[in-house]
């Protein structure tokens, strides 16, 4: 891990068990949704500090409820409790990729899933939602769509997001290439 991502990580604690952050005050009247972005070259460091942070969490601040998300694992979870496994796999060995992403567009849609992730973490509820694994789920579910339909779900809860990718306040580009529709109601939660 590099030098510079390992102080920024190292930043993260002191900000996030800050009763500011965790009552969202100073944000005019925005959501608190941060943001962490990193060079996706880091990812399994990342991972691994979200499994850090998390045991952090329990340790210094056993009364605080953290969710921790990750969205590939939750995915599978979704389409597997919708019975959906067994079918997409036939689908894509018989008919190939550009069909399955066509089929799972409609049950994978962000006003379905967004729903399905708040219930089954009860991340309304949660003191902080830790999300990870945006980069394994692409192209099927995006960012800044499954963020904006968080948004109306979440409410005074604030979330983060580490992102494999460039966030600039007001865009996103997922693993630094690929353009994203603009973005600008989370914040940076450590800048680059």
Do not use: C
């Not at 962000?110 to 394994?136: H, I, N, Q, R, W």
């Amino acid at each position: 891990m590099d030098q510079r991502l390992q102080e920024r990580l190292n930043q993260i604690p002191e900000k996030i068990f800050s009763p500011e952050f965790l009552s969202n005050q100073g944000l005019g009247n925005e959501i608190g949704f941060w943001i962490f972005d990193y060079d996706a070259a880091n990812e399994l460091a990342v991972r691994e500090y979200v499994g850090f942070l998390e045991g952090l969490v329990s340790k210094k601040h056993p009364r605080l409820k953290v969710v921790s998300i990750n969205l590939l694992a939750s995915l599978m979870d979704y389409l597997e409790d919708r019975n959906f496994i067994d079918k997409a796999v036939q689908m894509q060995r018989t008919k190939g990729d550009e069909a399955l992403m066509k089929a799972l567009k409609g049950p994978l849609h962000v006003t379905k899933f967004a729903p399905y992730l708040v219930e089954k973490y009860k991340a309304d509820a949660a003191d902080l939602v830790l999300m990870s694994g945006v980069g394994s789920v692409w192209p099927l579910i995006r960012s800044h769509d499954l963020l904006n339909s968080l948004h109306a779900l979440m409410g005074d809860t604030p979330l983060i997001l580490f992102y494999p990718g460039d966030y600039t306040g007001q865009s996103m580009s997922l693993f630094g290439r690929i353009e994203s529709n603009n973005y600008y109601r989370a914040f940076s939660l450590v800048p680059r």
